[in-house]
């Protein structure tokens, strides 16, 4: 079997180890790749969102499924030109895609299907700001419409900047992706982080995790793209498991289904336990970064290249898996400066991978013989164990091993797991 695995970062480091789990080992691909994927694959300078390009190289490469790591590519109509090729997607069409690529489709969709959601209203027109803005007891969470790489999603503390940051985004401050805007109702509870191998109204529980999105300790500084992950999420038992898919994910594949635009892929959702249960904060259309370091390791040898295959075949009945009841704590390792500029060239060295803790390369690249930082988030250091703190404890042991001028990382990823 030949893949292609699209994407350039920790996520897709980790799909590769896999891949990596079946056997026979399968021939990959992955463009563009990163050094830590050079040691599993074979690295192709394609874009990771030039859908062009990569369908015409997993035609040219004969590759019998692409499996898209990031949305871009999803959005953008990656599987449509695959589809046409007659090549599978492990991913959703463009229109299914909507699901991630416009929080309004989302919302609408999950208040057709009766999913337990915040309210939310859409302003598309400056003059719609203010009656939409005091429909809200509190000031709203303010959301760009369309995909903004992790830089849509605002806290305005007073209504006069909420106001001022649905202005600006509707008069262009993060391009198209903010041309409508999506007002929530603020909600508090924990997070849980919920994924499934998906197929039409077919679902496949994967393991769960729980993100940690600000930069600094205690949940403090700016938001990022991730800095660690945990799995399984402590919070969530079997019973709240079920209800999420009774009450979220069943609900919104049906409905999806019979609007004519059937979802296949890997389905996030990214929901708030409440005291009133359970509440669908957002949908991403693929495997998180850095949840899938954490959740693919605790799937059983040769189990993720089933799914794949599954989903590209667009069926999963028949398809099982099995979980490791160990847990895992990816934390991850950033340059000086992330989320903002972060400083690329530094040499960055690692410790020696084992069966408990290993190394998911992301902003890394080959220079000369050795690796070098290239990104903002620079590797996830992942450990495995028998509990939620020995799986932390190697971890950050693993941690205490890297070499980064510079680096900055959490101190606190899965404490609360260890309580």
Same mark, same amino acid.
């Given at each position: 079997m030949k893949f292609l695995v699209v994407g350039g970062g920790g996520r897709e480091h980790a799909v590769c180890r896999a891949l990596s789990t079946s056997v026979p080992t399968p021939d990959i691909l992955v463009a563009p790749g990163n050094a830590g994927t050079a040691l599993l694959a074979r690295n192709v300078a394609v874009r990771a969102d030039d859908v062009v390009a990569l369908a015409n190289l997993a035609c040219e490469e004969r590759a019998d499924l692409v499996i898209p790591?990031?949305?871009?590519?999803?959005?953008?109509?990656?599987?449509?030109?695959?589809?046409?090729?007659?090549?599978?997607?492990?991913?959703?069409?463009?229109?299914?895609?909507?699901?991630?690529?416009?929080k309004a489709f989302a919302r609408a969709l999950a208040a057709r299907a009766g999913v337990p959601s915040p309210r939310f209203a859409v302003v598309r027109d400056e003059s719609e700001i203010e009656a939409a803005v005091d429909g809200f007891d509190v000031?709203?969470?303010?959301?760009?419409?369309?995909?903004?790489?992790?830089?849509?999603?605002?806290l305005p503390d007073t209504r006069r900047q909420c106001i001022a940051t649905t202005k600006k985004l509707l008069r262009g401050a993060l391009g198209e992706a903010g041309r409508s805007v999506v007002l929530e109702e603020r909600l508090s509870g924990p997070e849980a982080s919920l994924f499934y191998a998906c197929a039409g109204t077919e679902a496949i529980a994967l393991p769960h995790a729980r993100d940690h999105k600000r930069r600094d300790?205690?949940?403090?500084?700016?938001?990022?793209?991730?800095?660690?992950?945990?799995?399984?999420?402590?919070?969530?038992?079997?019973?709240?498991?079920?209800?999420?898919r009774r009450e979220t994910?069943?609900?919104?594949?049906?409905?999806?289904?019979?609007?004519?635009?059937?979802?296949?892929?890997?389905?996030? %959702?990214?929901?708030?336990?409440?005291?009133?249960?359970?509440?669908?904060?957002?949908?991403?259309?693929?495997?998180?970064?850095?949840?899938?370091? %954490?959740?693919?390791?605790?799937?059983?040898?040769?189990?993720?290249?089933?799914?794949?295959?599954?989903?590209?075949?667009?069926?999963?009945?028949?398809?099982?898996?099995?979980?490791?009841?160990?847990?895992?704590?990816?934390?991850?390792?950033?340059?000086?400066?992330?989320?903002? %500029?972060?400083? %690329?060239?530094?040499?960055?060295?690692?410790?020696?991978?084992?069966?408990?803790?290993?190394?998911?390369?992301?902003?890394t690249a080959q220079s000369g013989g050795n690796i070098i930082a290239s990104g903002g988030r620079?590797?996830?250091?992942?450990?495995?164990?028998?509990?939620?703190?020995?799986?932390?404890?190697?971890?950050?042991?693993?941690?205490?091993?890297?070499?980064?001028?510079?680096?900055q990382f959490r101190r606190d990823i899965g404490a609360g797991a260890c309580q």
């Open positions: 790591g990031g949305e871009a590519a999803l959005v953008a109509g990656l599987a449509d030109l695959l589809a046409e090729m007659g090549i599978p997607c492990c991913g959703p069409s463009k229109a299914a895609a909507r699901l991630e690529g416009s000031p709203p969470v303010v959301k760009a419409d369309g995909l903004a790489a992790g830089k849509g999603v605002f300790d205690g949940d403090r500084g700016p938001n990022t793209g991730g800095m660690g992950a945990v799995s399984p999420n402590p919070l969530v038992t079997p019973a709240m498991e079920e209800r999420i994910i069943e609900p919104v594949l049906r409905a999806m289904t019979d609007e004519g635009t059937p979802f296949r892929g890997f389905l996030f %959702a990214g929901m708030i336990l409440t005291q009133d249960g359970p509440m669908l904060l957002e949908f991403n259309v693929r495997l998180g970064d850095p949840e899938a370091q %954490a959740i693919l390791p605790r799937l059983g040898p040769g189990d993720f290249q089933r799914l794949a295959m599954s989903i590209g075949s667009g069926r999963l009945f028949g398809v099982s898996i099995s979980v490791d009841t160990r847990a895992t704590c990816a934390v991850v390792v950033a340059s000086e400066g992330y989320p903002e %500029a972060s400083p %690329a060239g530094r040499p960055v060295v690692f410790g020696t991978d084992d069966a408990d803790c290993w190394v998911d390369h992301a902003g620079v590797a996830a250091v992942v450990g495995c164990g028998t509990t939620a703190g020995e799986a932390r404890e190697r971890a950050y042991t693993g941690v205490a091993r890297v070499r980064l001028e510079g680096m």
